[in-house]
Antibody
């Protein structure tokens, strides 16, 4: 069974850092493109980042470029999102999701999300 | 970026009735559109990709169509488990963008 489980969400002060993890089971995460998507409170979904299977192509939305870093831990079959210089606008539930194989960038498996709250 | 506009924001439907949800793209995206179902506290679920292809294990009461930059998700004979929020997503251009969602609620 394919499962994605996010962790690491917390309350953090503006300017602080946080590292989210996405533990994967039921498939090899490094064989798939993986994304982070977030949902601010009361708003719609926002794509955050994408990493290709090889890990050599990574895209970020403009508002997080230079602050967020997506990476893989192949040994742990997991995905990480390092978030620095956090602001209130980064407050959201963060989801990791798998790009459907041999597809466009639709996302066929998602985790349940982890909440990041940026507040003093 | 491609702006995805969903309507209506809320749709009140009785069980057993049909629902039609709309999603409009601000520019051409071919058929690079997906629909997702999202229930509170759960993982979003892929319903439709390529504008009209049902994802694995999605029942046939869900169907998608497109006409230019207008996309439609139709749900026939709504079941209790179908009451949820539905999002569209374009994947034709970066950044990937989502619509604001349509909440399908019990009338």
């Amino acid at each position: 069974e394919v499962q994605l489980v996010e962790s690491g969400g917390d309350l953090v002060q503006p300017g602080g850092s946080l590292r989210l993890s996405c533990a994967v089971s039921g498939f090899t995460s490094s064989s798939y493109g993986m994304t982070w998507v977030r949902q601010p409170p009361g708003k719609g979904l926002e794509w955050v980042s994408y990493i290709n299977p090889g890990g050599d192509v990574i895209y970020y939305r403009d508002s997080v470029k230079g602050r967020f870093t997506t990476s893989r831990d192949i040994a742990k079959n997991s995905l990480s999102l390092q978030m620095n210089s956090l602001t209130a606008e980064d407050t959201a539930v963060y989801y990791c999701a798998r790009r459907r194989a041999y597809s466009g960038y639709d996302l066929d498996s998602w985790g349940q999300g982890t909440l990041v709250t940026v507040s003093s | 970026e491609v702006v995805m506009t969903q309507s209506p924001a809320t749709l009140s439907v009785s069980p057993g009735e049909s629902a039609t949800l709309s999603c409009r793209a601000s520019q051409g995206i071919l058929t690079n559109l997906a629909w997702y179902q999202h229930k509170p506290g759960q993982a979003p679920r892929l319903l439709i990709y390529g504008a009209s292809t049902r994802a694995t294990n999605i029942p046939p009461r869900f169907s998608g169509s497109e006409s230019g930059t207008e996309f439609t998700l139709s749900i026939s004979s709504l079941q209790s488990e179908d009451f949820a929020v539905y999002f569209c997503q374009q994947y034709d251009k970066w950044p990937l963008t989502f619509g604001g969602g349509t909440k399908v609620e019990v009338k």
